[in-house]
């Protein structure tokens, strides 16, 4: 007898409706799985069959050809396991097949018959419910996290024979609702991290400001000690909180990449991502015989730290100039190509120099010139182009540890940045894809962006000096309109551009 069961596979962060057909006929006891599924999938054959006997049912003593289809599409992970093993019951005649067509099972079934959580719920019940599905059938532990997804009914099951039951059954069993509190409660360390701890450095939290209100990408660079790092782990502290579309996008590349804590919540902070510096190009912009998102990816509407930046291999970083100019990253594999989203605000800080301490007034340098050049010749030209603030970071004098007072805390700069975005969320109405100031492309900048005489020499004089390339000007522009947002003035003013370009001053520093 043949039955036909619905499940999904994840391709990026989509997902892609899969048939599960089980045929039981006449031959030689044994499974077949078709459909290119991967080890997971092949092994599910004696996973399935212990269940089932396990659990209770027969398991037919025949031969079993199961069809993963569309065909030409790699299947891969334990989720199958469930609709194999319905599907096995259903051909078998040992569960109704009604209402096989109205529902999407995923799961991973256990030796014993529970029910194991699988990872990529949320993407595949929000295309479930896209697609006029009327029942997901998952695992309890990930029915709060599919229930998010409005107009869908989520049943969540314990043991393989809670689901057997449910077919046979349906009157006996309610949807899941969503709980309201925990999908409200999720929080995390960052929003313990207060610029309030910081002391001095008014240069580097102004820079930070500026950063957060235009979603700028900035670097740090100083001795030792300075205090780099303690201010960009504060940044995501005065970012604005995830609009529900933000969240929603967010909570779904988490939910692929198996990493949501919180079942049943969508992500409410912005995520902020820290990698070693001894990390792979593969793990930050994504990849994998199935590609998977990267670092890149997970911090997608927040924030990318790399912390000691010239320790990361060249190769690795030259990987990120395409992302932060386009928003997105397409990983090609043979038979697959994928693009996750990666909108992301890059923070990084490194040393002047190898010892550290190039420039420092408290302790002299002890690097030869032509170590210096070989340290910052790691980070390429077009690289620099594409940050747009780059702060020297001093460290405090002794009297100035002690005596400096409290600094100001994150809420209250926090508020200033959320008013400067208001502000460019009133001018980017009509713009479909422009969130935020650093979006901006070149007919946005001549829209918006335009320059009095005095501004325009101004920057003119700066090109000429720095020998800035047309990038880095137009990313001047940017912060200049993100000041300008940020003292509330309609126009660029010399002063806007004046203090954006002085964040330019340590290009190709040597």
């Known amino acids: 007898m043949l039955a036909r069961v619905w499940s999904a596979s994840i391709v990026g962060i989509d997902a892609v409706k899969v048939g599960v057909e089980v045929d039981v006929s006449g031959g030689l006891p044994g499974i077949v799985i078709l459909g290119l599924p991967d080890s997971a999938i092949q092994e599910s054959k004696e996973r399935v069959k212990a269940t089932l006997k396990n659990a209770g049912f027969a398991f037919p003593m025949r031969k079993i050809v199961i ?5 030409d599409l790699r299947k891969e992970g334990p989720a199958f396991d469930l609709p194999i093993s319905v599907g096995i019951l259903a051909a078998s005649e040992q569960v109704k097949a009604d209402l096989l067509g109205d529902f999407l099972f995923l799961g991973e079934v256990s030796l014993d018959g529970s029910l194991r959580p699988v990872a990529g ?36 099951c314990n043991h393989v024979a809670d689901v057997v039951d449910l077919l046979n059954n349906p009157r006996n069993y309610k949807p899941v609702q969503l709980n309201q509190t925990i999908e409200t409660a999720q929080e995390t360390f960052l929003n313990l991290a207060d610029l309030q701890d910081v002391k ?6 102004r820079a930070l400001e500026i950063a957060a209100a235009g979603g700028h990408n900035l670097i740090f660079v100083g001795p030792p000690g300075s205090g780099k790092t303690m201010l960009a782990r504060r ?9 529900f579309s933000e969240s929603l996008e967010v909570t779904r590349i988490h939910s692929v990449a198996g990493l949501l804590k919180n079942r049943g919540s969508l992500v409410r902070d912005r995520p902020f991502r820290s990698p070693h510096h001894s990390a792979s ?12 998102p990267g670092e890149i990816s997970l911090s ?30 397409t990983i090609s594999r043979t038979k697959q190509s994928v693009t996750f989203p990666a909108q992301f605000t890059l923070v990084a800080s490194t040393n002047p120099c190898p010892c550290g301490y190039y420039g420092d007034t408290i302790q002299g340098c002890t690097c030869s010139p032509r170590q210096r050049e070989q340290y910052w010749a790691k980070l390429s030209g077009p690289l620099m182009d594409r940050i747009d603030l780059q702060v020297a970071v001093n460290r405090l004098k002794p009297e100035e540890i002690l005596q400096q007072p409290t600094g100001e805390s994150s809420k209250s700069v926090a508020g200033r940045v959320q008013k400067a975005r208001e502000q460019a969320t009133i001018r980017f109405q009509e713009q479909e894809n422009l969130q935020c100031n650093a979006q901006m492309q070149s007919r946005h900048l001549q829209k918006w962006c335009n320059l009095d005489d005095a501004s325009r020499n101004l920057l003119e004089a700066a090109i000429r000096k720095l020998g800035l390339s047309a990038r880095a000007s137009d990313r001047i522009l940017k912060v200049a309109r ?11 003013k010399p002063q806007h551009v004046a203090e954006a370009i002085q964040y330019r001053t340590i290009d190709r520093m040597q």
């Open 67 to 71: 069809n993963l289809t569309p065909a």
């Open 235 to 243: 940044l995501s502290g005065i970012l604005p909180p995830l609009s």
């Open 281 to 292: 190009g593969p793990s930050l912009v994504g990849g994998g015989t199935f590609p998977r």
């Open 200 to 205: 001095g450095q008014a240069h580097a939290r």
């Open 300 to 329: 997608h509407r927040g924030v990318l730290f790399l912390d000691e930046l010239t320790e990361f291999k060249r190769d690795v970083l030259e990987f990120l100039r395409q992302p932060l100019e386009d928003g997105y990253v």
């Open 121 to 156: 719920v949320l993407p595949i019940a929000a295309t479930a419910q896209k697609m006029g599905i009327s029942g997901l059938v998952v695992p309890v532990d990930n029915a709060q996290e599919a229930a998010v997804v409005e107009g869908l009914a989520v049943y969540g």
């Open 482 to 492: 993100t000041i300008a947002d940020l003292a509330g003035d309609e126009n660029l």
